[in-house]
């Protein structure tokens, strides 16, 4: 039942596009990629595009300059929900579907305590049944990434056996995460329940935190400065 609902065949393509021009003094090339890659895990799979562009040029018979350029933007989306631990006890021989083909759900009242479940109802608290098949499509997390690479490289050649190279790149990063969690998924219903208590005088139940969806989001930045400096030396004594 857990292949069945929460797995789907795996799929890979990968496009790839180049070109190259070159003459005594300029070399240039660029090339170009598209990935799709969708996993074994249904509603997880992601999407990439590259970019990645370099040239080399001859100043004079002294400077040879390079320079580089890449690019990658990508999707993702990841299910974020375990079936295998859906937030109760289950079973590797228990059925995700009832015997009429229907998806399971696992009813609160026989995971916990007549008293719970006064305490639910008095308070007009919302159920916390579980439908796993349900719970699947609801928790999926989704992602941008976004990265460049630029270089430039000066080379210079000073005599046969004496060379210098001086190297500049900068690197950025973007990654964004997020996740918005359906109001019907049980994390929600667990959340809002959890912040239902009383009131500050006791006079009343109130919920501190309203029925909706909950967005969840992670950003992240960065910057890396990279200089380097080469003398090269290469000669035979005799």
């Not at 190259?20 to 090339?31: L, R, V």
């Not at 009343?204 to 029925?211: F, G, L, Q, R, T």
Request: hydrophobic content about 25%; proline content about 3%; some cysteine.
């Amino acid at each position: 039942d857990v292949e069945k609902a929460a797995n789907q065949n795996p799929f890979y393509q990968q496009y790839n596009l180049s070109f190259q021009k070159g003459s005594d003094n300029n070399n240039f090339s660029a090339s170009l990629t598209y990935k799709n890659d969708q996993e074994s895990d249904k509603y997880t799979g992601s999407n990439s595009y590259g970019i990645n562009l370099q040239n080399s040029t001859r100043i004079n018979r002294i400077l040879n300059v390079d320079f580089g350029a890449y690019l990658n933007y990508g999707r993702s989306a990841t299910q974020a929900y375990d079936l295998l631990s859906p937030g109760f006890n289950y079973m590797p021989y228990q059925s995700l579907y009832n015997a009429d083909g229907s998806a399971y759900t696992s009813l609160y009242a026989d995971r916990t305590s007549l008293s719970n479940l006064q305490t639910l109802a008095n308070y007009d608290m919302l159920s916390m049944d579980i439908t796993p098949l349900d719970e699947v499509s609801r928790n999926q997390i989704k992602q941008k990434d976004l990265s460049t690479r630029l270089f430039v490289k000066l080379n210079f050649k000073l005599t046969d056996w004496l060379n210098y190279s001086a190297q500049y790149q900068y690197e950025y990063g973007k990654y964004d995460r997020r996740q918005e969690l359906d109001k019907n998924t049980y994390e929600v219903r667990n959340t809002v329940n959890t912040w239902t208590c009383w009131t500050p005088d006791h006079s009343s139940v109130a919920k501190y935190i309203p029925e909706g969806n909950i967005l969840k989001t992670q950003n992240q930045t960065s910057d890396a400065y990279n200089f380097r400096h080469q003398l090269n030396f290469q000669k035979t004594l005799s």
